[in-house]
């Protein structure tokens, strides 16, 4: 071990695991969900193990078992594995297809590969289609509002070209945005997702041929909501964009996202020289992703317990009934109405800070004020970045002494 250009020596012990076997029970069957998942996001790959109430049961060389239940740990904010008493589960398992050449498609015929401490099960896996309905027929060079994400079904737009060439969909003047393209089985062709590094609008490329249908669905990542989009034709001499070239967020993802990097089927199209990007594997969400979309299910809702503040200071001490165990701070927002505080608009201060029960903020645009309100919410530095959950505490009047 190295540090500081020191080294020391440890010993280190291997222990046989205690465990003979492993068993998993999926709580209900899967519906087809686009959210940018594993092969083109048609469904949520990467979660699959981590639904609530999942079983995990462990059977022990010493002929004991215990089971351990997807959900929220007692008396936190957070998921885990936990049994009926509340003992969380020391690790994880880790999940893979069953093959990897073959994703997984609406029906029962799908395998799910569990492992955990050297041992592995496999899993029947169900995955039931939603409603599917078009919404219209985008143009070369017309702007539609492709509706987004919706739980019970899926609306999109078709385009069909009239000539063979490589084709572009961009989002815009959006952020947090994605885009998703499939033939006119819905088998997954490409897919697009922010441009550059500042979350902003995605761009889609393909290369098309003339008189085929194409389906285009696309969304707001983070709210769901639906985005406009155009298409054009990118010119020969236009270097497309490789909608499958990492990130920098994306490389300092860590090894896990290998596990979850599926190629597409060869059935159906050959796509495999095509000169521009129709990698099934390009639309995988990053472990960074996966880490935002983590902490913005698990964080909780902030609550404040009191907010004081003395009539002359520029000082206010806020205490919160508990703190969020999944958060590394809060975001505090300050305004002098109410009614901005409502709207979130207008922040007279806005702030963030540690996560502690309880702590002060100081500023000078506080003093004398005698009527203010606050609400805070968490957040968490994710790959550099300040993620922020999606759940505001309720509004807190602050008592003047």
């Not at 904010?77 to 999940?95: H, I």
């Not at 596990?259 to 796509?271: A, F, L, R």
């Amino acid at each position: 071990m190295y540090c500081l250009g020191k080294e020391t020596t440890v010993p280190v012990r291997v222990v046989e695991s205690n465990v003979e076997s492993i068993s998993f029970e999926m709580n209900n069957t899967l519906s087809e969900y686009m959210d940018g998942g594993i092969n083109n996001g048609i469904f949520m790959y990467y979660s699959v193990p981590y639904m609530e109430g999942n079983k995990l049961i462990i059977n022990y060389k010493d002929k004991t078992s215990e089971v351990y239940t997807y959900g929220i740990v007692p008396n936190t904010t957070y998921y885990a594995f936990v049994t009926e008493d509340g003992k969380e589960l020391t690790g994880n398992p880790t999940w893979d297809i069953k093959d990897n050449a073959k994703p997984w498609s609406v029906g029962s015929d799908n395998e799910m590969v569990i492992k955990f401490r050297g041992k592995e099960t496999t899993v029947p896996v169900t995955i039931n289609t939603r409603k599917r309905t078009k919404i219209g027929e985008i143009k070369l060079g017309e702007e539609v509002e492709v509706p987004g994400k919706d739980a019970s079904e899926l609306k999109y737009y078709t385009f069909t070209p009239n000539k063979d060439g490589v084709y572009t969909f961009e989002s815009l003047g959006a952020k947090y945005t994605r885009g998703h393209l499939f033939d006119k089985d819905f088998k997954p062709l490409a897919s697009g997702t922010e441009k550059t590094s500042s979350f902003v609008d995605f761009t889609l490329q393909y290369k098309m041929k003339a008189g085929e249908t194409y389906i285009l669905y696309a969304y707001d990542y983070y709210s769901g909501n639906g985005v406009k989009v155009t298409v054009k034709e990118t010119a020969l001499d236009e270097k497309p964009v490789d909608n499958n070239k990492q990130t920098d967020e994306q490389k300092n993802g860590n090894d896990n996202q290998k596990q979850n990097d599926i190629k597409p089927s060869d059935s159906g199209n050959n796509t495999s020289n095509n000169s521009v990007n129709n990698s099934g594997a390009d639309s995988a969400k990053t472990s960074v992703e996966q880490q935002k979309a983590t902490f913005i299910k698990n964080c909780g809702k902030a609550s404040v317990k009191s907010v004081t503040k003395k009539s002359n200071s520029k000082k206010i001490k806020i205490t919160l009934k508990k703190k969020l165990t999944v958060a590394e701070g809060y975001d505090i927002r300050i305004y002098s109405k109410k009614s901005n505080a409502k709207k979130n608009k207008k922040a007279i201060v806005s702030i963030t800070v540690k996560n502690k029960k309880s702590f002060t903020v100081s500023n000078s645009k506080l003093k004398n004020k005698k009527s203010l309100y606050i609400r805070m919410r968490g957040y968490k530095t994710i790959s550099g970045k300040k993620v922020y959950s999606s759940k505001w505490s309720d509004i807190k009047k602050i008592t003047v002494k």
